[in-house]
């Protein structure tokens, strides 16, 4: 069995701070799976679920947890 986190990336595709997330992914590439919410209605009400409601992009989701800030998140992704 693997220790590695499962990540998750939810993110609206013309927001500048998920920008700045993907950006620094386009540079570190790591196993990611990244949802649209803007462009999926599944993807955001999972979101959302995670969430307890909260509809703020971008948000990082490991394992059953999850951040929203773009800088917190960028932070984290350097540490795997």
């Known amino acids: ?3 590695k986190p499962k990540l998750t990336l939810y993110i609206g595709t013309t927001c500048m701070f998920c ?3 993907t950006d ?3 540079s570190h590439p790591m ?3 990244i949802k649209d ?3 999926d209605e599944i993807a955001n009400q999972e979101m959302l679920t995670l969430t307890g409601g909260k509809a ?3 948000c990082l989701r490991i394992n059953d947890a999850y951040m929203h800030e773009s ?5 984290k992704l350097k540490s795997f």
């Open 37 to 39: 919410v803007w462009a």
């Open 1 to 3: 069995m693997s220790n």
């Open 24 to 26: 620094f992914l386009k």
């Open 19 to 21: 920008a700045k997330v």
């Open 31 to 33: 196993e990611i799976e």
């Open 56 to 58: 703020q992009v971008p």
């Open 71 to 75: 800088l917190d998140i960028i932070e």
